[in-house]
């Protein structure tokens, strides 16, 4: 099976490095990473540019690029999985970190109907800034992490724990996933699957729902969403929140999702193929 991993990214350029870094060390290295870029400017592409070139990169790495004219995340994330060569695709966002074991999990525990979600560990600000000064990252539980989420800001620490006992996942609900939906941080799909429920839906005008509404779509369509919390795991780099509930594109967002549900929608229309009104 080959393997796709996509990296959405937009103006983060130390982060997307720390993330392309943490991809080269996995246990289980991606035929392919393709960054999927919604409109960075020139320190970006230098960055990937740069890190190809490296003793580093041991994937093929690709740049898929298109303007920056707003939030257009979906229509580059459907972009970037046409030019994929991969059978599976998995999704980590570029100002997130993967641990070494992050693509062994998935691609383990991937199913041909099944979307696979996990969450992430947050790192808080003041961490997240020493990491990006000095170019290194944390891929794994460490003291450095447990302290700072005791005496700074980081959170959800708890997800960094790795869990693979059946009974042990069961009693500490690591077995489930749909309270939250889908995280585009951290899930993984084959890519018939993909192309099975449209892709990504750019009708979504920011970025706060249209990853859930992927996982909604498959189960609308007889798949399954399948939890990869405690084995599939990341660590995201802090930065303030992009969208708020109160927005008027959060609203509209919400109206797609209401309607998906309520019509059970499999597909959208203005997914990664054009489907007719």
Known sequence: MKISVIVP????????????????????????????????????????????SSNQCNYELKHVWQEDIGFRKPMIINKTVRESTGDYLIFIDGDCIAHRHFVRAHVENAEQDAVLGGKRVEFGNKLTEQLLQKGEFINRLTYRLLWDSIVSD????DEAFQINNPLLRRILHRDRITDDGIWGCNFSIYKKLFYDINGSDEDFRDGSLEDNDIGIRVLNGGGKVKSARARAIVFHLWHPASWSRADEKFIYNQEIVKRRIELREATCKNGIVKLEA
Do not use: W
Not at 154 to 157: E, I, L, W, Y
């Open 154 to 157: 980081s959170r959800k620490v």
């Open 9 to 52: 990214t937009y103006n983060r350029h130390i982060a997307l490095k720390l993330c392309l870094m943490s991809l080269s060390v996995q246990s289980i290295v991606p035929d392919e990473v393709l960054v999927a870029d919604d409109g960075s400017g020139d320190r970006t592409a230098s960055v990937i540019n740069d890190f190809r």
